[in-house]
């Protein structure tokens, strides 16, 4: 199991081991849809882009749908019920995490 600790910048770049290959997670702060905004992540492997701005949904596996290698992620604000937005990373009392279970890796509930 793989954490993330997401922070306040608007852009954030990680590099990773999940199941032994190397991928690299964008996050990028979209305000054009107001105050709330909106979070996406692109994923890359290499150079190759296999994922694209897919938007940060708190509670729902975010990859399920998509054959890159890596089957669950979710992200979990530890203090929050709702999205992540930039307010919540900014917040000193939110913690957000981004979780990638490997393979065989379960977990019994989300909540």
């Given at each position: 199991m793989?954490?993330?600790?997401?922070?306040?910048?608007?852009?954030?770049?990680?590099t990773?081991?999940?199941?032994?290959?190397?991928?690299?997670?964008?996050?990028?702060?979209c305000?054009?849809y107001?105050?709330?905004?909106?979070?996406?992540?692109?994923?890359?492997?290499?150079?190759?882009?296999?994922v694209?701005?897919?938007?940060?949904?708190?509670?729902?596996?975010?990859?399920?749908q998509?054959?890159?290698?890596i089957?669950?992620?979710?992200v979990?604000?530890?203090?929050?019920n709702?999205?992540?937005?930039?307010?919540?990373?900014?917040?000193?009392?939110?913690?957000?995490?981004?979780?990638i279970?490997?393979?065989?890796?379960e977990?019994?509930?989300?909540?």
């Amino acid at each position: 199991m793989l954490f993330f600790t997401l922070g306040s910048e608007p852009y954030q770049e990680f590099t990773s081991s999940v199941n032994g290959v190397s991928y690299t997670f964008t996050f990028q702060y979209c305000s054009r849809y107001g105050d709330s905004g909106v979070w996406s992540m692109s994923v890359r492997r290499s150079n190759t882009v296999l994922v694209s701005s897919l938007p940060l949904l708190q509670g729902v596996n975010l990859l399920r749908q998509h054959s890159i290698g890596i089957k669950d992620m979710y992200v979990l604000s530890l203090n929050s019920n709702a999205d992540p937005t930039l307010s919540t990373f900014q917040s000193n009392n939110t913690e957000t995490l981004l979780l990638i279970l490997e393979e065989g890796e379960e977990i019994a509930a989300l909540g």
